[in-house]
């Protein structure tokens, strides 16, 4: 018997969406391999936030199949897949500015709740205490390799869009995910805050196997970060590969590269 591996860690197979008489995706195909960082670039109006949204379930496809490390998660709820391991951040930030950096990383993590209700509350249960460590001990390891550890009391609305970025990459990786989709994380960010937070994805990816799609216009973040990158076209995957084959892959220059430094 042939050993194939593991699933992938995402797999959308022929995605179709229509808004009336407008079809965004029309029959894209796009996976992403365990512990691998995939670039999704494009066009305005290319299908990429269609997609972005197949996957997270906000909306439901007209036609396809979306797997979750091999499992069918088309008909399930944003909640159930957040549950499996999917994590996504926006493009617009949307922390909650009157809680503390530290505070939102451990909203993340509270749906998994401290265990007893109320009244585990109330008496300061042993399996509550434990919980409510092991939540502030991930908080804790997350606000350290995300370099937040200085604003980490600081009110998240007062905070600059740079640290604000960071702080939504951790509220997505505070809860150890398996899968993470990420909406333009270098909007708004300077050359040294991008290459920061490039770092951080990838080691990410290496160390704890975590698979990323991400969406974002700076193609030299996407071709200097990623281990492939997938082109959408017209709601079509034009070109996947590897991102030196997708520099110089003339359709994709014709289509939305133009001239890009090597």
Known sequence: MTDTGPPDA??????????????????????VGPGEICGLIGANG??????????????TPDAGRVHLHGRDVTAWSPHRRARAGLRRTFQRVQ??????VEENLLVASEWRGGGGGA???VVGAPGRRRRERERR?????????????????????????????LVELGR???????VVLLDEPTSGLDHAESRRFADLVRSERDERGTAVLLVE????????????????????????????????????RNAYLGAVPA
């Open 10 to 31: 995402l797999q959308l197979t022929d995605i179709e969406v229509r808004f009336g008489g407008v079809t965004a995706l029309d029959g894209a195909s796009v996976r």
């Open 46 to 59: 290319a299908g990429k936030t269609t997609l972005f949204d197949v996957v997270s379930g906000v909306r």
């Open 95 to 100: 922390p909650f500015g009157w809680l503390t």
């Open 119 to 121: 009244l585990a509350d």
């Open 137 to 165: 001990a991930r908080a804790d390891a997350v606000i350290s390799r995300c370099g937040l550890g200085a604003v980490r009391h600081s009110p998240c609305g007062h905070l600059p869009i740079g640290a604000v970025r």
């Open 172 to 178: 997505a990786l505070v809860d150890d995910p398996t």
């Open 217 to 252: 216009h700076d193609v030299g973040f996407v071709l200097g970060t990623c281990d492939r990158v997938v082109v959408l076209h017209l709601g079509r995957v034009l070109a996947d590969g590897p991102p030196a084959e997708i520099r110089d892959d003339p359709a994709v």
